[in-house]
């Protein structure tokens, strides 16, 4: 019977530990989704920039984007140029394989790799002022994902705020 008793309290420890865990890494995504998806804002105004006025080529564009973008958003720009530059591939693929490698590191939703994804079929293809339009869409498309990414925080935050108040009442 004590035997039994213990292993229930040790599955209920387990049980209540996970759950903590996963509250806490899901918190900590809804917090980061806002603040990347601005970093993906500015680093695409910053590479309509390159490609529109620079003329930067578009694989040193990119590179400078690794060095000048916030972590993590700065790693999705060094893979794409990365893979410019060593793999024998097209921008549309090397930006594919890019944006699927941020999955590791990046906080986003299938919605927000869809815009990513999208963009990077017109990456290259077309004269500057195009590129520019699709730059421009695409970073109008993840400031509407940020303002929803903000939404489900400030709610995230209201709830655990009025858990948080219920716990300290009782």
Not at 16 to 41: D, K, N, V, Y
Not at 94 to 117: F, N
């Amino acid at each position: 019977m004590t035997g039994l008793f213990l292993f229930r309290l040790s599955l209920c420890l387990v049980i209540m530990c996970a759950s903590g865990a996963a509250g806490w890494i899901l918190s900590g995504s809804i917090r980061e989704r806002p603040r990347q998806l601005r970093s993906l804002q500015s680093a695409l105004s910053r590479l309509e920039t390159e490609v529109s006025c620079s003329m930067t080529f578009l694989p040193e564009a990119l590179e400078e984007l690794g060095h000048l973008a916030a972590p993590p958003v700065n790693r999705l720009f060094h893979d794409a140029a990365e893979l410019l530059h060593y793999g024998d591939m097209s921008v549309q693929e090397a930006w594919r394989k890019a944006v699927a490698k941020s999955r590791e590191y990046l906080v986003l939703t299938p919605d927000d790799e869809r815009i990513l994804l999208d963009l990077g079929e017109n990456l290259g293809i077309s004269h500057r002022e195009d590129q520019s339009r699709h730059l421009r869409l695409a970073r109008e498309a993840l400031g509407q994902q940020e303002i929803e990414a903000q939404r489900v925080q400030e709610s995230w935050s209201a709830f655990t705020g009025c858990w948080a108040g219920r716990q300290e009442g009782h």
